[in-house]
């Protein structure tokens, strides 16, 4: 059969078109007709100034050349933003549309997952990006089946603060130095001695010293010290499904050092906040996210006065014999199911806001630490805190607090709890149980004080081990209410 000559030339075009096209990028965004990205999230302050900067930055150059514009929008608290968007994925009356972007933590992202809101973001991350970052912080997001749902904006580690002020004077008078702080055991017995201390200047009067450190979470403080120690106690399989191993040899060390801790009023927590704790002192220490380091006070409340106090950060204390272990927290975002263009204009955003150019800034400006590795040796960031250090007071506490948490994370190792079914409401219990158990505790051990009974006699009658079975029976009873798999497990 003959081909004519018109018919070969069309051939040829369409030819020369295919590949022509075939070394562009394929893309659903047309900057000619741009789209709005919604962006929910929980950040106040600081944090959504720098977020507000990113965002701006972003619409005026990469989002006007693509043909994306970023609508972030702040939905209250956490509690709230999770609330709104699981109303939202599950569709319930008068719930807002799913926004394009969110920021979540990962057990409410596997929540999200499972009503099939959410898209893999491994489709819009080469292999050379993922390198780029600190991968502690990006294994977080996937999911047992390496779907990736959520990519990393900002991580925190906890530290323990310390008004160095009155703890120099502890050290002076009781012969302490940093390397008591270095263990919760050692912890334990410097609290004691600072009660001890405390209640020593009024020889009239017995058991009126007071409570030397406390905890911002109690969750982080179970989880952690179970790693420390060797256990997962929220723990995940290949599947995906999850259990709490109560491991009780463990158990009963991180129950042991909280509960008598706070029952002898060695351990605090007064106001809403550790950190107002030592601002009413209160409270000498407390163990809080690193991100909080702006938070601590300059300042303390003696009477009518107000004193002057330096801060000293300290890294997380770990049990004896146990492994160093600190907490890996702050949330990612999340990118919606919607259509081609919103979810690439979505994860174009999140891909340049991670950028180690981009995200530094931001989280530094927020005392958060950024995601891509580059940044920890960026000469960028080395002058930021040398800017900090030039600033106020609570600049240079944000400063000191940062280069404490930038060691735990570069030279040690951080821990990230897995996520599963039930793990968050796992969390709820663990902290709810333990706090209440040392309430208990503390109001037996009030009624023995107030009749002058002796250290010893008082560490008898808050009975540590019946109240340790007391705890695990209050677990099992909760996890088995909501349907939470559990495993205890004995001594060898």
Not at 419 to 431: C, M, N, V
Request: a negative charge.
């Amino acid at each position: 059969m003959k081909t004519s000559g018109k018919t070969w030339i069309v051939v040829l075009l369409l030819t020369t078109l295919i590949l022509s096209g075939c070394g562009k990028e394929k893309t659903a965004l047309n900057p000619r007709k741009p789209i709005t990205i919604t962006l929910w999230h929980y950040y106040v302050g600081d944090v959504l100034v720098a977020l507000e900067e990113a965002v701006n930055t972003f619409n005026q150059t990469v989002g006007r050349e693509k043909g994306v514009v970023v609508h972030p929008i702040a939905m209250g608290g956490l509690a709230q933003l999770e609330r709104r968007t699981t109303d939202a994925a599950t569709g319930t009356i008068n719930s807002e549309p799913m926004p394009d972007a969110f920021s979540c933590y990962p057990d409410k992202a596997m929540e999200i997952d499972s009503y099939g809101k959410l898209i893999d973001l491994n489709d819009y991350l080469t292999e050379e990006e993922k390198t780029k970052y600190v991968q502690a912080f990006f294994q977080d997001g996937y999911s047992h089946d390496n779907r990736l749902l959520v990519l990393p904006i900002a991580k925190s580690t906890e530290l323990l603060y310390v008004n160095n002020t009155a703890w120099q004077e502890l050290c002076t008078a009781k012969g302490l130095t940093a390397e008591n702080l270095a263990t919760w055991e050692g912890l334990y017995e410097t609290a004691r001695q600072y009660y001890q201390w405390i209640d020593d200047t009024t020889p009239d009067t017995q058991w009126d010293g007071k409570g030397m450190m406390g905890l911002d979470s109690v969750a982080n403080y179970i989880i952690i010290g179970n790693r420390q120690l060797g256990v997962e106690i929220l723990h995940t399989s290949g599947t995906g499904e999850g259990k709490v191993i109560l491991n009780q040899e463990v158990l009963s060390r991180v129950f042991e050092v909280y509960y008598k801790g706070y029952s002898m009023g060695y351990f605090d927590a007064v106001g809403k906040f550790r950190s107002d704790d030592i601002k009413s002192n209160d409270l000498i220490a407390y163990v809080g996210s690193s991100s909080g380091a702006s938070y601590f006070p300059t300042w303390v409340a003696c009477g009518y006065d107000k004193v002057d106090i330096d801060l000293l950060p300290v890294p997380y204390p770990v049990f004896q014999g146990g492994h160093e272990y600190a907490i890996l927290q702050g949330a990612g975002m999340c990118v919606s199911k919607t259509d081609d263009a919103h979810q690439e204009g979505a994860a174009l955003f999140l891909r340049w806001f991670t950028k180690e150019e981009n995200n530094t800034p931001f989280a530094m400006a927020s005392n958060y630490m950024p995601v891509q590795q580059g940044a920890y040796s960026a000469k960028e960031s080395l002058l930021a805190l040398d800017t900090l250090d030039a600033g106020d007071k609570s600049q240079r506490n944000a400063a000191n607090a940062y280069r404490v948490a930038l060691g735990q994370v570069v030279e040690g190792d951080v821990y990230a709890a897995p996520s599963f079914p039930g793990s968050y409401d796992a969390r709820i219990i663990l902290q709810k149980t333990l706090i209440q158990a040392a309430q208990r505790g503390r109001a037996v051990a009030k009624n023995l004080q107030q009749q002058n009974k002796s250290e010893e006699e008082v560490l008898q009658g808050i009975d540590t081990p019946a109240a340790f079975a007391e705890w695990l029976a209050a677990l099992e009873e909760a996890f088995n209410h909501l349907g939470i798999p559990f495993e205890r497990t004995k001594p060898e």
